[in-house]
């Protein structure tokens, strides 16, 4: 969990190991990322950034459209640049969670069983062989902060790691589809955007349990349920 207290972000988290991957990120990352204040566990004190999120949950954004190019820009510095020497997670492991949590989504009638039948089978393009490359690992757009059309900082880097780079893509623009096509701009190649959209139904499906249990509505427009949902109808 991060949190702002007045000109500095407090992630807190018991399990040192992340706050480990987090420092080791900001210190490889060729893009802007906040200062390191102190280190204190379960506590590590970041300097605010200047400047505002890209965007939020269940929130249009407010940010001009060269921001989202930009962000795009960054991103395609940050997969550029040598990954963190650490294991990533491959397509395997990613499917046997995501066969677990539809499995608890089935169970538990969170969802129509028709939206998460729809969305295993969108996601399923996702899941394929891969470069890994540095990425975030949790590239949503309230970790992104812009001043202007510049972007100052990216917070939040527990995440990263080697990965697939179409998957901070999704993460940029889950819940706010209607900037993919600025953020693809700037990131200036050649992007499969059908495997974005079969991101954002896997991260969705990933994300729902996460969100009731830590009591985040993941129902509010823009939001996970409301992804899912929209996506079933594209594929139905």
């Known amino acids: 969990m991060t949190v702002r207290v007045g000109d500095a972000f407090l ?45 939020r949950r269940g929130e249009p954004s407010t940010a ?9 820009a960054a991103v395609r510095i940050l997969h550029d640049a040598p990954p963190p020497p650490r294991p ?12 677990s949590e539809c499995a608890w989504l089935t169970t538990n009638n969170v969802l129509p069983a028709d939206v998460i039948a729809r969305n295993r089978r969108i996601a399923a393009a996702a899941l394929r062989p891969w470069t890994p490359v540095f990425t975030h690992g949790d590239l949503q ?14 917070i ?21 589809e209607e900037r993919l096509d600025d953020v693809v701009a700037g990131y200036g190649t ?34 996970e349920v409301d992804v899912l949902s929209t996506q079933a109808g594209r594929d139905s």
């Open 11 to 55: 992630k807190i988290d018991a399990d040192r190991s992340r706050i480990d991957i987090e420092v080791e990120a900001m210190r490889r990352a060729p893009i802007p990322t906040p200062e390191i204040l102190w280190r204190r566990p379960p506590v590590l004190a970041l300097a605010a950034v200047p400047g505002l999120a890209l965007g």
């Open 64 to 72: 001009s459209p060269a921001a989202w190019v930009a962000a795009g």
């Open 88 to 99: 990533g997670r491959g397509p395997d492991e990613i499917a046997a969670q995501l066969d």
């Open 141 to 154: 757009p309230a970790h992104v902060f812009t001043d202007g059309d510049a972007i100052t900082g990216v």
């Open 156 to 176: 939040d880097w527990s995440e990263a790691g080697p990965g697939d780079a179409l998957y901070d893509i999704a993460a940029l623009t889950l819940g706010h």
């Open 190 to 223: 050649a992007v499969d955007v059908d495997v974005v959209r079969a991101w954002w139904s896997l991260r969705s499906l990933l994300g729902v349990r996460w969100l009731i249990e830590h009591g985040v509505d993941a129902t509010a427009p823009g939001c």
